[in-house]
C-alpha cells in the first residue's frame, strides 16, 4: 500500500498570512497515463471533505485561486497565499494511483 | 444534479453487522464507480473499499478484508456496505463519495454523501 505522510500535522497561521503544508508518498504516484493521481481535501467541522485540487494542481470549480498545489512524484505542497479565517479546517492529501487508496493523517489548520 | 443519500445513523452491538445505503440519482449510475470512507471520532479519513457499479467487481483495504461486503442494487441506483463483527473501534461516520469511469476509482470531482454515524457499543 501507499503511505502518505503530511507535515506538519498542525499549523497556525494569522490571518493574511500565508501557508504551506507537506505530503509525502512512499511510492511515486505518477502513472503510466502520464498523470499524477494526488488531490487535496480540506474538512471542515460536521461535513464531509471538500476538494480542493486534484491531480496535484489543478483547483477544483469554485476553490479560491489562493489554493495552489504543486509537486511530482512523491512530493507536494499545498499553499494558500493569504490565510482567510474560513480556511479554518483539517487538509487531507490522497492518492488514487493504485488500490488501495490512502489518505494522509491529515494536517489542521487553525487561525491565530 | 449528483446526489448521495445515505439512511440514517445506527446503534450497533458488538459483534453485530450493520448495512449502510447510499441511493445515486441525477447521472448514469453504473459509469461511475463508488467507494466507501470512514471517519472515527477525532481521527483522519480511511478509505474502506470501492464498487465497480456496471460489473459488481470490489476491491477492499486489507484492513477491513474479511469484514466488509460492498454491493450494489443497479434497479434501484443504490450502493450497499455491510460491516460485521462490529468492534466499539469501527464507531465512526461512513461517507459514500462517487469515483471515476473507466479504469479510474477515484476521479477528481466532488460527490460526497452525507455521512452516516455508526455507533458500536459494547
Known amino acids: 500500500d501507499i503511505v502518505m505522510t503530511q507535515t506538519p500535522l498542525s499549523l497556525s497561521v494569522t490571518p493574511g498570512q500565508p501557508a504551506s503544508m507537506s505530503c509525502k508518498s512512499s511510492q511515486s504516484l505518477l502513472h503510466s497515463d502520464g498523470k499524477t493521481y494526488l488531490y487535496w481535501y480540506v474538512q471542515k467541522a460536521g461535513q464531509p471533505p471538500q476538494l480542493l485540487i486534484y491531480?496535484?494542481?489543478n483547483r477544483f470549480s469554485g476553490v479560491p485561486e489562493r489554493f495552489s498545489g504543486s509537486g511530482s512524484g512523491t512530493d507536494f505542497t499545498l499553499k494558500i497565499s493569504r490565510v482567510e479565517a474560513e480556511d479554518v479546517g483539517v487538509y487531507y492529501c490522497?492518492?488514487?494511483?493504485?488500490?488501495?487508496?490512502?489518505f494522509g493523517q491529515g494536517t489542521k489548520l487553525e487561525i491565530k | 444534479q449528483v446526489q448521495l443519500v445515505q439512511s440514517g445513523a445506527e446503534v450497533k452491538k458488538a459483534g453485530a453487522s450493520v448495512k449502510v445505503s447510499c441511493k445515486a440519482s441525477?447521472?448514469?449510475?453504473?459509469?461511475?464507480?463508488m467507494n466507501w470512507v470512514r471517519q472515527a471520532p477525532g481521527q483522519g479519513l480511511e478509505w474502506m473499499g470501492v464498487i465497480h457499479t456496471s460489473g459488481g467487481g470490489t476491491s477492499y483495504a486489507r484492513k477491513f478484508q474479511g469484514r466488509v461486503t460492498m454491493t450494489r442494487d443497479t434497479s434501484t441506483n443504490t450502493v450497499y456496505m455491510e460491516l460485521s463483527s462490529l468492534r466499539s473501534e469501527d464507531t465512526a461516520v461512513y461517507y459514500c463519495a462517487r469515483g471515476g469511469f473507466g479504469n479510474a476509482f477515484w476521479s477528481g470531482e466532488d460527490y460526497w454523501g452525507q455521512g452516516t454515524l455508526i455507533t458500536v457499543s459494547s
Open positions: 490522497m492518492q488514487s494511483r493504485q488500490l488501495p487508496g490512502t
Open positions: 441525477g447521472y448514469n449510475f453504473t459509469d461511475y464507480y
Open positions: 491531480e496535484v494542481s
